[in-house]
């Protein structure tokens, strides 16, 4: 089973970059596609970026320009690159993955980003 662990999440000010990581571990070796959703307080989940294992990236419209989704798979990581940051973008964010096609979540990591 695979187990995703978030981590770089903290307080910025608008106009800031932050990176995300998220780290899986356990059984990956059916590991797929790895992302990242987010949910604001009071809001929806909503997706941010995803990459499949053979590369492609797939960014949500209203985040590019903003952001990039990298992925290391020897390590078994994702990244998220954050820049630009707003107030809004205030959110926990989430690390997505399909182990073969059951989808994974880890336990989330809190943004925020004061004006």
């Known amino acids: 089973q695979v187990r995703l662990v978030e981590s770089g999440g903290g307080l910025v000010q608008a106009g800031e970059s932050l990176r995300l990581t998220c780290e899986a571990s356990g059984t990956t070796s059916r590991l797929n596609a790895m992302g990242w959703f987010r949910q604001a307080p009071g809001k929806e989940r909503e997706r941010v970026a995803h990459?499949?294992?053979?590369?492609?990236?797939n960014i949500a419209d209203s985040f590019k320009g903003r952001v990039a989704i990298s992925r290391d798979d020897n390590k078994n990581i994702v990244y998220l690159q954050m820049n630009s940051l707003k107030p809004e973008d205030t959110a926990v964010y989430y690390c997505?993955?399909?182990?073969?096609?059951?989808?994974?979540w880890g336990q989330g990591t809190l943004v925020t980003v004061s004006s």
């Open positions: 997505n993955a399909k182990d073969g096609s059951i989808p994974v």
């Open positions: 990459m499949s294992a053979g590369g492609t990236r």
